[in-house]
């Protein structure tokens, strides 16, 4: 399949076609929705992470944080996807070379460069870096035919600044301290793995049912993580197991790789990774949330009209009309 079998979306829904009436038109605006709730729903999951996750770092090394999540998240995906890798085994070995492509950005290097930056960076300089993300998807898919409108390109450039605004909490001096780290860099690197990832999921084969082409990507990435798995074993050692920790793998496993990624796959399927990539800008606003409504976390008044704005900006680049 190539770009030229996903032409750029249309500012506006197709029409409904003669006979169909209002039902039609009830279930296209329904289609037309549904998949920035689906990118919404795992930009909320993946925001989980963010907050709940914290007790792994320091205890379980990144590569094997990164192993172990995939190896839950296969896990949990076996059951629903066994058969179908089993009737399409030999569409996968013929589009292997894409397969393996998308396993090694989305599963082996994305998290896993994550969790290597977050040991040599801040998390502030990680959020800022993550900011960026939507606007690099969308120029991945642009590369790829998509085409954003105006309308779509405001409505990002709102979200990034209001973004910019929540995580620095209003204050330039924060953009103007940043002490960039060997962190950073790893940081950039997994931004543009996951744009890179975003960005070819329009190319998947329509014959693989989605949780199949899910299940195949993690089984391909954690063949290829496996060697640094190997070695992160025998030079780290293993980690010490824990209710707190094995309940955060457990969780970004389960919830934030098998749950998440699916939702996140179908909805690119759906509405192309430039406008699910806007939803992402939710990220920090769900964080933050997250972290008031968990851990007691104050939130300024700068951050709620931040938040705000980003709610806009997300709405005026979702919305058809």
């Not at 569409?91 to 040599?120: D, W």
């Not at 939702?263 to 606003?285: D, F, H, K």
């Amino acid at each position: 399949m190539t770009s030229a079998d996903h032409p750029a979306e249309p500012d506006h829904p197709a029409e409904p076609r003669p006979g169909g009436g209002a039902t039609a038109s009830r279930v296209q605006r329904w289609v037309l929705w549904l998949g920035p709730l689906l990118a919404a729903a795992a930009t909320l999951i993946w925001s989980g992470n963010f907050v709940i996750a914290r007790v792994v770092s320091g205890e379980i090394p990144p590569v094997q944080t990164a192993f172990w999540r995939w190896a839950i998240a296969l896990a949990v995906l076996l059951p629903f996807a066994a058969r179908g890798l089993w009737e399409h085994r030999r569409l996968i070995r013929e589009r292997a070379p894409y397969i393996a492509l998308v396993s090694l950005l989305g599963v082996t290097l994305f998290n896993t460069l994550i969790y290597v930056a977050g040991h040599t960076t801040s998390a502030t300089n990680l959020a800022l870096i993550a900011a960026a993300s939507p606007v690099a998807i969308a120029v991945f898919a642009a590369v790829g035919g998509e085409r954003p409108s105006p309308r779509r390109i405001t409505g990002m450039a709102v979200a990034l600044v209001a973004v910019v605004g929540l995580i620095t909490k209003g204050d330039p001096a924060v953009l103007i301290g940043m002490d960039l780290a060997t962190g950073d860099l790893w940081m950039l690197a997994a931004m543009f793995t996951f744009a890179g990832y975003s960005a070819l999921l329009r190319r998947k084969p329509q014959e693989l049912p989605a949780v199949v082409f899910l299940a195949a990507t993690v089984l391909f990435g954690l063949v290829m993580l496996l060697p640094a798995q190997v070695v992160s074993l025998v030079v780290q050692g293993g980690f010490t197991p824990t209710p707190g920790n094995l309940s955060a793998l457990l969780y970004i496993g389960a919830a934030s790789s098998a749950l998440a990624f699916f939702l996140w796959n179908r909805s690119v399927e759906m509405i192309g990774a430039t406008r699910a990539g806007v939803l992402y800008y939710l990220q920090p606003v769900c964080v933050a949330a997250l972290a008031y409504l968990t851990i007691g976390e104050p939130v300024t008044g700068a951050q709620a009209v931040c938040a705000v704005l980003i709610v806009a900006g997300v709405a005026l680049s979702s919305s058809r009309r």
